[in-house]
């Protein structure tokens, strides 16, 4: 199979970058578009030498190079319930007018882009067909899948909706199958052995938790707090990730001499529970909360390569 030429857009840290190594995919990614500073930075970093577009909305087709797969995970806050939920009406939410732009003058051979299961639900319903009717006019059969992480071997309660439109000449019998796998690892298996002192709570600071959300934090191994919901997960698993500054995610260990133990996720907690193996990517010294808020927009890399595989299986 020839080299994969791949255009990412909306490209974070590169989770289809990383996603085609995952998968074993030769591949050569022409290009990127990313407009945050502090993800282009740990992109370049990982996937040196790769020219950046910054705002999409500011290419011009004629600027790109050809390329055989398009990528974007295009922003999801105007379609989440943790974000504006606004739709259309947020700007942020027309961003896939600027995808079907590119797309219908690029006639890549796949496309592969992801987005919250919002989009798909409710009021949001309307785009989602609208951005499935605007690439089967351009010329694409597609197919789209709601998948979730935990059912793919990471233990995070992560759905993320997956659209995969391909030029019409494909098999019309291929199916967008990938085979969902039992846990083998859970939550605490993917936490450090020494998390950082700095991210533990105070005792104040757990006192308050516990009178605001008033959860029982007695627990016998690491469990993970979902304050939004106030109660501790017993399940193994881990709620989705987002960005920090949502605050609904803790780790409570087991009491320690009579002492509740609660703390913040560290950044490579953030990262393996996105599927990286530790060292697989590198920081680029960002800050923790830089860290996390990528962690939190990202794709999980492990569901991305299993992706991959299925694309381009023989
Ligand atoms: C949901 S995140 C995608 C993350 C990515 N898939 C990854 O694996 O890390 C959306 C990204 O799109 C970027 N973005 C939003 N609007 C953009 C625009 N107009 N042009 C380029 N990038 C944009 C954001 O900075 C953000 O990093």
């Known amino acids: 199979m020839k080299k994969i030429r791949v255009f990412e857009t909306f490209a974070g840290y590169g989770g289809a970058s990383f996603g085609l190594k995952k998968a074993g995919i030769d591949h050569k990614v022409i290009g990127f578009s990313e407009f945050d500073k502090y993800a282009d930075i740990i992109f370049t970093k990982n996937h040196p030498n790769i020219k950046n577009y910054w705002d999409i909305t500011k290419i011009d087709t004629k600027d790109l190079p050809d390329f055989d797969l398009f990528t974007g995970g295009f922003p999801c806050q105007p379609f989440s319930t943790a974000g504006s939920g606004l739709g259309e009406m947020d700007i942020r939410g027309t961003l896939f007018y600027e995808i079907i732009r590119i797309c219908k003058d690029k006639q890549p051979q796949n496309i592969l882009l992801e987005n ?3 989009i798909m639900m409710g009021k949001h319903k309307e785009t989602f067909r609208k951005i499935i009717s605007s690439l089967e006019e351009i010329g694409y059969q597609v197919h789209y899948k709601l998948m979730n992480s935990k059912e793919y071997g990471i233990p995070q309660n992560r759905e993320r909706v997956w659209i995969y439109a391909t030029k019409k000449e494909r098999d019309l019998m291929w199916k967008f199958e990938v085979p969902k796998i039992k846990l083998k690892k859970y939550f605490k298996d ?88 530790d060292n697989e990517i590198d920081f680029a010294e960002l ?22 595989n299925k694309i381009y299986e023989k």
């Open 116 to 118: 919250v299961k919002g």
């Open 190 to 277: 993917f936490l450090e052995t020494t998390p950082d002192q700095s991210l533990y709570l105070r005792e104040d600071q757990i006192d308050r938790l516990i009178e605001l959300h008033k959860v029982d934090l007695n627990v016998k191994e690491p469990c993970c707090l979902d304050i939004y919901n106030k109660k501790v997960r017993t399940d193994g698993i881990c709620i989705t990730l987002t960005e920090p500054h949502h605050n609904s995610l803790r780790v409570v260990e087991p009491p320690k001499k009579g002492k509740f133990v609660v703390r913040k996720l560290s950044a490579l907690e953030h990262f393996r529970l996105m599927g990286f193996k």
């Open 287 to 308: 800050s923790y909360a830089q860290l996390c808020k990528r962690a939190g927009n990202g794709w999980d890399v492990n569901v991305a390569g299993k992706i991959f």
